[in-house]
């Protein structure tokens, strides 16, 4: 009898282990996207993008881009090529340090940032994109208060393989300023997670941390929500503006050396706050030559 009721115990534990399988965490990870974006047809540059902060790229267009991410530890490096030119980014959690590098038409440029830095540039861009509104005559928010759209995740039956892996399909449904409802449909796949994901890496192949910088993914609230590692996920707005990523390869544990995560020398880098500097001098001559 006693023997009987020890097997049956083993047999479900056995059951039980193998019902909930215990996810992966990967401290070392090399992961290769590819990104697909349809800019808007109605948003330029001098305009200073649309309504949600939306960078503008002065006329309608597209791009494609392939990226590389590498993390190890505290250490974080996106590599992206597109038509646009070749970026660079390379997070230094521990030192709290992030470099950002762009080659393009044979100039190789770059500049660096603390945490401070880019709390001050979000600001900065805040303010802006208020006095647009209040030029236009629409509702200011205030940036002390403002905070990140809350996030409502929908879980779907769906599933599909991405990448060698069993992926599942989930919503993100957030608000915009102006009420509208905006779903992103995201696939995941349960099976591990990496540390400092989705803060960077996953966000348009790099591209998308220069333009918007942070909450990954061009600004999509409620990747952080997701139980697992965002394998791709599309973004659709009612401005035009469409981008698709999916994941092509997944390495978990490879060997990185720490080499991977030097800044490369050739660059012309420059302190964040000279490159805003140089940034606002051409805005300014190029609404005075308009």
Known sequence: MLKRLFT????????TTTGFAQQKTAERAIVKSKTEIIFPQNINRSAGGDDEGNAGFGGPGGMESKSTVYFKGDLIKTHNESDFGNTMVIVDKRNRRTTTL???MGRKTGFYS????????????EAR??????????SVSNAANATTPEAEIVATSETKKIAGYNCKKAIIKTKSRQGEINETIVWYTPDFKIPGYPE?????????????????????AGLDKIDGFIMGY??????????HMEVTKVELDPV???KVFEVPKGYDIKPLSEMQQQFRRGRIN???NN
């Open 8 to 15: 049956g115990l083993i047999l479900l534990g056995a059951c």
């Open 102 to 104: 762009r080659e393009a």
């Open 114 to 125: 603390t945490e401070e830095d880019e709390e001050a540039m979000r600001k900065s861009m």
């Open 129 to 138: 994109r208020d006095s647009i509104r209040q030029t236009r005559g629409q």
């Open 200 to 220: 960077a890496g996953n966000t348009g192949g790099g591209f998308g941390r220069g333009m918007r910088g942070q909450r990954g993914g061009f600004g999509i």
């Open 234 to 243: 599309d973004v659709s707005r009612s401005n035009g503006f469409k981008m």
């Open 256 to 258: 990185i050396d720490d």
């Open 286 to 288: 190029e609404d005075n």
